[in-house]
């Protein structure tokens, strides 16, 4: 047995690639906890085809993970090119090259039964790919994944994806037995017998790895004495329902989203809730509202196909003053677009999607810890405003795992009993405060409240009418509770320094990349910032101030805007970034965007590239000194 | 008279309020003079009133078109929403509330057509509630349209040669769905029979379907020969079924139907001529969905809440 050298590195990205169905997400899911119980900070990626079965063998079926694992607790994204690629097969390899995902030099380890495999179709593009990984600059290792496998069990399509796993575990020097505990936990629904061979399996791409490998990498830990989670967003999301005291969750299943209820379904029960899975997207909301009406706020959980059949019902919600949150996971659109991609495609839908105007909340998490938070601020603003709250999550967060702080239950804001006091006979159902629009309201079983509530317009009695003066103040008192939202709001604070040459600001699931990709500018010397935005509609305050602050301001945002330099596209005819719109609309500067749909998180590098071609030169002819030598100093 | 008294004593003990009908008035209705929704109103107040029901502890829930307009004039909590979704939101409501009872109110176009999905599968639930189609065979509010259930080559706006197709059976697509528990059919121009329907659909836990005949007098006067006059009708009959009052039987055939056979009620749904009045099918033995959810919901207090939630953060913690 030979004994490898070890490398440290601060930081490593690790791509787990194979045919769908062949367990590379379970591998990968393993290898992740692995990482994070031996104390890395962590952020995964789900790589995941759109079908269930899609053909075998080929770019389209790759399905895996990738995991950045770092020594430092808090990781915001998932990275840039990835340094260590295992890939079942060489198509798996090469979607992976193709997507631009690998480093130069990244290693790669393959199957390599296919050197030799029956099938001469696939010994040649094996070859072939090998040579297009080579000629990238990749290490190729060819490891015996199907072999070894095979020699431990009948069928090594279930089982060689614990080998991977254990290999990697060689590969990153971390302790086996805590991978055979992970295994347990992992398969704890499993037979005796099924988590037997796993443990065995993943013990003996351990030994293989240890027994060949020349060289192997040490991400250190880091020592924290905070307890840490590490979940998915969709699962921080059911979480974070629970704790903010959620009662019901109607849903129908749609992409990414449904994971979400899955989580929820599992244990909600359990909690006083339940999730009832609806015969559409348009029941979905209905029954969630329904049950607002009657007092309990629920919730509904959909992607943008269901939030397109939810809008009738989005603006009765905002017509009755019926509090409600809908929950949007983004994914690529439009139509069926992108069904498991990331996309921010979603937000002028969020904002102006329903008929009528129909002023509502949008709030959008950035992090997978915010999942778990953000419905209890949610629900607190659907209730005390009476207004339908969108959270705007995506596919980025959903599916992404990430390593926080575990939330303190203890601090789980307490639910105040249902309001049944009696009112006199004829309360007002719409008693609007003139000043904010805010009222009280009224639910079913209070004595003396009796009276119908109306999609038509009304008055501050409830009762339909249809003339000017009451339609207008109906409309007036429903626009100004956003006015009194904003009203509470802060300015949102600047990452990096207060003025310069940029300012990039982004919304959602972008915001660990951005800001990487400020902290990689500024050790540059670039004189760039962000800013991020939690809150969508209303937007807080004192925008327009800081954005005056900086030479130059662009979105940075997954969703479709014109490229400038297009056939045809001008400025009077191009189309912006979703958010650099509103902005541009809201504060009258030219803000600019970078935006595309690539159906993938961006890399900080590729924002960081971005801002070195616009402000490269603007900030380095300031003079030879960089602007900001501590900055340059603290992220060397 | 026993029962009587002992009402009357139960209501001095409790000093319970007994509600009279315009305890549950609220605005004057502005249906069109003739229109059956005014029949369907009285007869829902008065069964209100029979049950003694707190105004503030029933719910009903509706759609669009001249009935849905039914929630504004009725004097309890009510919920008029939006076009074919009475039935999720009524859902909600139950989910919710269980306690309250829930009434919705429906037209042929709203039930039938626009919400015919929210129609199949709140009968698959079978939620408690009481469901009231009122079909007068046009749509209404928007002036005339044909509706699933215009009759064959009657002229519409939108059919001005006749309509193309032959009109749905509602009650057949309803005995379709083997999970229905209770479907009955009355119409307004038989108010003791409405009423008894009503009264008997409220008394049923489970979703209780009832479609009710009505003519619009303005858009399509000559529905159901005109309003009765020229339409044939069976009355079933049945110890557990609605009652038949003796005055009835002018206006139609008594036929003996037990409710509980649903192959016997399947025969009887797809016959249109004469059209069969009262009870068809009551399954007593079907569950109410909120039952089944509210009976696998634990309760638990705060503490117990705080621990479990603690109890699934451990899942997930890594360090």
């Given amino acids: 047995m030979s004994v490898a050298r070890r490398i440290s590195v601060p930081e490593h990205t690790v791509e787990i690639v194979s045919d769908a169905g062949e367990g590379a997400q379970k591998a990968a899911v393993a290898f992740a906890q692995l990482c994070a119980k031996s104390g890395n900070g962590l952020w995964t990626v789900e790589i995941i085809p759109s079908e269930i079965r899609p053909p075998p063998h080929t770019t389209g079926s790759a399905s895996g993970n990738r995991i950045r694992l770092a020594e430092r607790s808090k990781v915001t994204n998932a990275g840039n090119r990835a340094n260590v690629v295992l890939a079942f097969n060489e198509m798996a390899l090469l979607s992976r090259l193709q997507a631009g995902s690998l480093a130069d030099g990244a290693l790669v380890l393959i199957d390599d039964q296919w050197a030799t495999h029956e099938v001469e179709a696939y010994q040649r593009s094996y070859r072939e790919v090998l040579e297009q990984a080579r000629a990238h600059g990749c290490t190729v290792r060819e490891i015996p994944l199907e072999r070894e496998t095979l020699r431990h069990l009948d069928d090594a399509q279930r089982g060689k994806n614990m080998f991977a796993v254990g290999v990697l575990c060689a590969l990153y020097s971390k302790d086996p037995d805590i991978l055979a505990d992970v295994i347990r936990i992992l398969f704890k629904d499993k037979s005796a017998g099924v988590v037997d061979a796993a443990v065995r399996l993943a013990a003996a791409g351990y030994q293989y790895g240890v027994a060949n490998f020349e060289e192997c990498f040490e991400v250190a830990p880091s020592h924290s004495d905070v307890a840490k989670v590490a979940m998915n967003g969709n699962t921080a999301l059911a979480l974070g329902a629970v704790a903010a005291g959620f009662e019901l969750c109607s849903m129908y299943p749609i992409t990414p989203a449904t994971s979400a209820s899955h989580a929820l379904s599992d244990i909600f029960e359990r909690f006083g809730g339940f999730v009832h899975q609806a015969e559409d997207e348009i029941a979905a909301i209905g029954v969630a509202l329904g049950a607002s009406y009657a007092g309990k706020t629920a919730l509904t959980i959909t992607s943008g196909p269901g939030m397109a059949l939810k809008t009738e019902f989005q603006g009765l919600a905002v017509m009755t003053e019926t509090p409600l949150v809908i929950v949007d996971v983004q994914r690529g659109g439009p139509s069926t677009g992108l069904p498991t991609k990331i996309e921010q495609s979603d937000l002028m839908h969020a904002l102006y999607g329903a008929p009528g105007d129909a002023p509502k909340v949008v709030i959008a998490p950035s992090t997978i810890e915010e999942c778990y938070y953000v419905l209890s601020l949610a629900r607190r603003i659907a209730e005390e405003f009476r207004m339908l709250v969108i959270v705007l999550s995506d596919a980025n967060l959903a599916t992404g795992q990430q390593l926080f702080d575990r939330p303190d239950v203890a601090q789980t804001p307490e639910r105040p009993p249902l309001d049944l006091s009696p009112v006199p006979r004829g309360a007002l159902p719409y008693d609007w405060n003139p000043t904010t629009g805010l009222s009280r309201r009224l639910v079913p079983g209070q004595p003396g409240g009796m009276g119908v509530t109306t999609s038509l317009n009304h008055d501050r009695d409830g009762k339909a009418c249809y003339d000017a003066e009451r339609n207008q103040r109906g409309h007036a008192m429903r626009s100004r509770k956003l006015a009194a939202l904003q009203k509470a709001l802060v300015p949102p604070e600047v990452y990096g320094g207060p003025q310069g040459d940029l300012l990039l600001v982004g919304w959602g699931s972008t915001r660990g990349a951005i800001e990487e990709a400020v902290d990689m500018a500024r050790a540059e010397g670039f004189e760039v910032s962000s800013l991020h935005l939690q809150f969508l509609s209303p937007l807080p305050p004192g925008l327009k101030e800081t954005f005056a602050k900086f030479g130059r301001v662009i979105t940075v945002e997954l969703n479709y805007s014109d490229d400038p330099n297009a056939p045809l596209i001008d400025e009077e005819n191009r189309r912006y970034a979703q958010l650099a719109w509103i902005l541009r609309a809201t504060t009258l500067l030219d803000i600019d965007c970078f935006a595309s749909v690539p159906g993938r998180p961006y890399m900080p590098v590729e924002i960081f590239e971005h801002v070195r071609t616009l402000v490269g030169d603007e900030s380095r002819n300031r003079g030879s000194q960089p602007p900001h030598p501590q900055a340059k100093e603290a992220h060397s | ?319």
Wanted: include cysteine; glycine fraction near 8%.
């Fill in chain 2, 1 to 319: 008279m026993i029962a009587k008294l002992a009402e009357e004593s139960l209501l001095e003990v409790c000093a319970l309020k007994e509600h009279t009908i315009e305890d549950y008035e609220a605005e004057r209705p502005r249906w069109c003079t003739g229109c059956g929704d005014h029949g369907v109103l009285a007869a829902l107040q008065r069964v209100l009133r029979k049950n003694n029901l707190d105004p503030e502890n029933v719910v009903s829930v509706s759609g669009i078109g001249c009935s849905s307009r039914l929630p504004h004039y009725l004097g309890t909590y009510g919920f008029h929403g939006i076009h074919g979704r009475a039935l999720p939101i009524a859902t909600g409501v139950r989910l919710a509330r269980p306690e309250l009872p829930v009434i919705a109110i429906m037209g042929d176009g709203d039930c039938f057509s626009i919400g015919g999905n929210h129609w199949l599968h709140a009968i698959r639930y079978n939620i408690n509630a009481v469901v009231l189609v009122l079909d007068n065979e046009v749509y209404a509010l928007t002036k005339m349209q044909a509706s699933p259930t215009t009759p064959d080559g009657w002229k519409t706006n939108t059919t001005p040669r006749g309509t193309y197709l032959h009109p749905l059976n509602p009650l057949s697509a309803v005995m379709g769905m083997t999970n229905v528990s209770f479907l009955a059919q009355t119409a307004t121009w038989l108010p003791a029979h409405l009423d008894e329907t009503i009264e008997k659909a409220w008394e049923h836990h489970g979703l209780s379907f009832v479609r009710i005949l009505q003519r619009c007098p303005v858009f399509m006067p000559r529905a159901f020969g005109e309003g009765g006059l020229h339409f044939p009708i069976m009355f079933l009959e049945h110890e557990d079924g609605i009652p038949v009052h003796p005055s009835l039987s002018s206006r139609g055939g008594v036929q003996p139907h037990d409710p509980r056979n649903i192959n016997e009620a399947q025969r009887v749904a797809v016959t249109v001529d004469p059209a069969p009045m009262g009870l068809l099918y009551q399954n007593t033995e079907l569950p109410a969905y909120e039952d089944i959810r509210w009976q696998r919901t634990e309760k638990p207090d705060r503490a117990t809440f705080l621990e479990r939630l603690d109890d699934v953060m451990n899942e997930y913690t890594v360090s």
